[in-house]
């Protein structure tokens, strides 16, 4: 199973919003947003995301890739994947502002 972690502040707390995250584990400075598909992007291929929260386009791209999206209220990355890992429950997920503005933002977005 391959897992990508939304993640900010270099790489050791979970990211707020998905959509935004620039920061994935390994994977640095790719937003999905404004990715223009011109050859796989880093997460193609990824079985599971985890992030703190999430806009619908961006959970419809990730389930067109095949990916599943886990949103969570943990801010520890090794801890979440740990505890999905272990098929333990995830935190809910904390309040995100960015989350209500994303939801206009889809309304215009291509995803």
Same mark, same amino acid.
């Given at each position: 199973?391959?897992? &990508?972690? #939304? ?17 994935? *584990? ?10 223009? !598909? ?8 990824? !079985? ?14 990730? #389930? ?6 886990? *949103? ?7 801890? #979440?994947?740990?505890?999905?890992? &272990?098929?333990? &429950?995830?935190? !809910? ?7 209500? *503005? ?10």
């Amino acid at each position: 199973m391959k897992v &990508a972690i #939304a993640t900010h502040k270099d790489w050791s707390q979970v990211s707020g919003h998905a959509g935004q995250a620039r920061e994935w *584990l390994l994977f640095k400075e790719q937003l999905p947003h404004h990715f223009e !598909d011109h050859g796989p992007h880093p997460l193609h291929g990824v !079985d599971l995301l985890i992030s703190g929260s999430a806009g619908d386009g961006f959970l419809r791209h990730m #389930a067109g890739w095949g990916a599943q999206v886990l *949103l969570t209220g943990e801010t520890d990355p090794r801890a #979440a994947l740990q505890k999905v890992l &272990a098929g333990e &429950a995830l935190p !809910d997920t904390r309040f995100d502002v960015t989350t209500a *503005l994303c939801k206009v933002r889809d309304l215009f977005s291509r995803h």
